[in-house]
Structures are given as structure tokens and as C-alpha cells.
């Protein structure tokens, strides 16, 4: 059965267009929230946002929606996805919702849901979600409609719970830290954390108005990061996305840190103390191969998959291992938490950072990244990936690529982009094969 709904991370779209709309978001409150009502005890939906417009509409009408069904709805208002996975389990609820489109523009938002575990839902969950969304809803009887309830202390709890990750033993004291929260959920949280863990705090991207979430700030866009970094003289910089799910790191000089030395330096930290998992680290099918050649050098193994953090998650569970994530910055330690965390990402970072007693310039280069790009395509329909020309532009790259380097082709699955990736040793055939292929897509598209 197609998917006609969800795609790799949710619901995404431009809002009030289909499918994002208020009356989409109504259909997935009453299609999830029946899908989850097993058993006979009260059930409880957990929903937090983002700082989108939009996100007020989206929010009414997904409680209007599990209310409908029978669902208590408990209201956290603007909180990192993290924290709404987080308190799902801890409150015990059937259900955990957040409404964001993270790294997107404000015009943009999105559904994600959690199962009672605070995992992302499986496939076949959001099929039968899907196939419930065609149908009428079963509403119950007037007595039974759900009530809402708006929490204050939401982001108490999840500060106290990001500290719990950061060992008792350190403290961030004389550490002078940028954090650019991409006027986005974890706008307060994120802050608070780290001063009370005794960091000295500039913050960045915290004046959120609805508007400008992800707009010239946040892990995709580190420009004014960077700069303040230097500037203030600052020992590192930290870049969260729209919902707090992803990290990228500055270090002192202004580089950019991107999660493959990221997921590098954690597992290699704790690959000494002997807490590194599995024997390998899980990452997508682009994370760069000199990950790959690092963790090979350990001893240890990098297990790829297709992009998507849940792929990753799902692979981690069944391999055992504890340390994995995304090129892109969405790092899961599932020591601590059940989804991509960009604070406790981070508070692992500042850890290894204060433990080894090393400039961050010094940890965070752990390897040498083998020359990677990336490009996309727009296309405005139609399938130019089945295109024959395209196929045999494909088929040549990869034939010249054999042995000395890696293409990954995919169509994405939150924008109508194809993303073209090559990477290998020889930096001019990488740029080459890249342009190539990308004109026969365009010249399909």
C-alpha cells in the first residue's frame, strides 16, 4: 500500500495546503488516537510544538481530534521533540505527538507521532493510522469526549532530565558556550541547562516570533554561530534545528562540526571507558567513509542504512548498539533517550570535552573526511529516477566509482528533491560524476 500520509519522519507540508491543513491534522487525532485506544483505563495523548505560526492551528485541531475519540489531551506547549518522546513514557501516555517540520521553514510544519514506548511508530502503525484516515471516525458518546489539560512544569522536567545524562562527576565551570537554538522549541530549555550545569551561556536564535524559526540560524545555517564564537572567544559553539533534534558543533576557531566526527569522538569516548555497545556505530548510507575508516582502525564497525533517523533507531535495537545517528546532526544515544537528542548530543560532547581536558579544535577533528558532495534537484513531478538516460548516467558513475569511492541517489522523502551524493578519494572525479548525473536529472525532471 502506497503511502498517500507519512513519509520518512511524519506528516510534513506547507501549511494549509494539503496534506498539511487543520483538517488533516483532525483526521490524524481521531485516526490515531482510536488506533491507540487499547484497553479500559483512561488514555492520555502527550502533544508539544515547535515555535511555528502555524503551530497554534495544528494544535487545536489535533485535540479536537483525540478528544473526539475518547483521548485526554495533555498540552506541553513549545518543547524539543526529544522531551515530548520523553514524557510520553514518563507520563505514562498512549500516545506523544509533536507538531514541527523541523530544519523547515516557518511555512512548513509537520506530525510526528510516538508510540506509548516513546519510540517513533513502526511502519505497520502508520499504515493502519493511514487506512483509518480514509474512513469516518467512530466518535464516542458525549460523556466519554476527552478532556485537555495544559502542563507548566514540562520544561522543568526535561531540563532535569538532559542533566541526568551529564555525568555528576563534571561540571561545565569556566566554559564559555554558544548556543543557537534556532528560535525554535528548545529556545528556553536549552539555555537553562547549560547554566545550571555552570557554563557561562551566549545565547543565540531565542526570540522566537513565529516567523523566524530557522531562518539565518540553527544547525542549518551556523553562520552568525560561527562568528560569534570567534568573536566572543568563546570555547564552542552549539547549533540545535527548529525541534532540537539535531546538533552541529562549532569549535573554537569556527569550524563546523557535522555529526560524523560527532558520533566519532562519542563512541570513541566511550569505546575506552567500555561502554560503547554492539561493536559498532549505526549511521545512513551518507555518512562519510572516512567514519567508516576511523571506527575501523578501533576495531569496530559502522553499520550503514537508508537515510532516516528511525531506519537508524530500528537497526540500533537490532544490532544492540547504543551509538548512532545522522550525517545531518540527529545523534541517538539510546543510553539516554529513545529519538535524536541535539542537547544531550551536545551535554555528551561538552563531557568529553571537559574529561580530556583538550581544545575542542583538538577532540572534534577525528578524522580526516574523504571529499563529499551533495546536491539536489527540484522537480516538479513524475519520476526522473525511472527515466532510462538517467538510469545509464547512474550506471556509468557508479561503474567508475567502483573501489574508490561511493554514489548514493535518493528521492527525498520529506521535499520533492533528488539528492545526488558521491564521495571518494579523488576530489575532481567526485565533483564530475556529481554534475553529471545531477543535468541528466534535470534534463528529466
Not at 387 to 400: G, L, Q, T, Y
Amino acid at each position: 500500500m502506497a503511502r498517500k500520509f507519512f513519509g520518512t519522519d511524519g506528516i510534513r507540508g506547507l501549511t494549509n495546503t494539503p496534506p498539511m491543513t487543520a483538517e488533516t491534522a483532525l483526521k490524524v487525532g481521531q485516526s490515531a488516537g482510536a488506533h491507540f485506544l487499547r484497553g479500559d483505563h483512561r488514555h492520555r495523548v502527550v502533544i508539544g510544538k515547535d515555535t511555528r505560526l502555524s503551530g497554534y492551528m495544528m494544535e487545536s485541531a489535533l485535540v479536537a481530534g483525540f478528544c473526539s475519540v475518547g483521548m485526554d489531551v495533555v498540552l506541553l506547549g513549545p518543547m524539543p521533540t526529544p522531551a515530548v518522546a520523553m514524557l510520553t513514557r514518563s507520563m505514562r501516555a498512549d500516545l506523544g505527538v509533536m507538531i514541527s517540520a523541523s530544519h523547515n521553514p516557518f511555512a512548513d510544519n509537520g506530525i510526528k507521532l510516538f508510540g506509548p514506548d516513546g519510540y517513533k511508530l513502526s511502519d505497520r502503525d502508520e499504515m493502519a493510522i493511514e487506512a483509518r484516515l480514509e474512513k469516518n471516525p467512530e466518535l464516542v458518546a458525549p460523556d466519554k469526549i476527552g478532556r485537555a489539560k495544559r502542563i507548566d512544569d514540562a520544561r522543568g522536567r526535561y531540563i532535569h532530565f538532559a542533566k541526568s545524562t551529564f555525568p555528576e562527576r563534571l561540571r561545565l565551570d569556566g566554559l564559555k558556550i554558544v548556543i543557537d537554538c534556532a528560535n525554535g522549541a528548545a529556545y528556553h530549555v536549552a539555555p537553562e541547562a547549560l547554566w545550571e550545569l555552570g557554563a557561562e551561556v551566549i545565547p543565540l536564535g531565542v526570540t522566537p516570533n513565529g516567523l523566524n524559526i530557522n531562518d539565518g540560524c540553527g544547525s542549518t545555517h551556523p553562520s552568525t554561530l560561527q562568528e560569534t564564537v570567534v568573536a566572543s572567544g568563546a570555547d564552542i559553539g552549539l547549533a540545535l534545528d527548529g525541534d532540537a533534534d539535531r546538533l552541529i558543533v562549532v569549535d573554537e576557531t569556527g569550524k563546523v562540526i557535522d555529526g560524523d566526527q560527532l558520533m566519532a569522538l562519542i563512541a570513541m569516548h566511550q569505546h575506552r571507558k567500555g561502554e560503547l555497545r554492539g561493536g559498532a556505530v549505526v549511521a545512513t548510507v551518507m555518512s562519510n567513509l572516512g567514519l567508516e575508516r576511523k571506527l575501523d582502525e578501533a576495531g569496530l564497525r559502522l553499520e550503514r542504512t537508508k537515510v532516516g533517523d528511525r531506519y537508524v533507531l530500528e537497526a540500533m535495537r537490532e544490532k544492540g548498539c547504543n551509538v548512532g545517528g545522522e550525517q545531518s546532526g540527529h545523534i541517538i544515544l539510546t543510553d539516554h533517550a529513545t529519538t535524536g537528542d541535539g542537547l544531550v548530543a551536545g551535554l555528551q560532547i561538552l563531557a568529553a570535552l571537559v574529561d580530556e581536558g583538550r581544545l575542542a579544535s583538538e577532540l572534534l577533528s577525528q578524522f580526516e573526511p574523504v571529499p563529499q558532495l551533495l546536491k539536489n534537484v527540484r522537480f516538479s513531478g513524475g519520476a526522473p529516477l525511472e527515466v532510462e538516460s538517467v538510469k545509464r548516467c547512474i550506471a556509468e558513475a557508479e561503474s567508475e566509482l567502483n573501489g574508490r569511492g561511493r554514489l548514493v541517489i535518493r528521492k527525498s522523502g520529506t521535499e520533492p528533491l533528488i539528492r545526488v551524493m558521491a564521495e571518494g578519494d579523488d576530489e575532481a572525479q567526485v565533483q564530475a560524476v556529481v554534475d553529471r548525473i545531477c543535468e541528466a536529472v534535470q534534463a528529466a525532471a
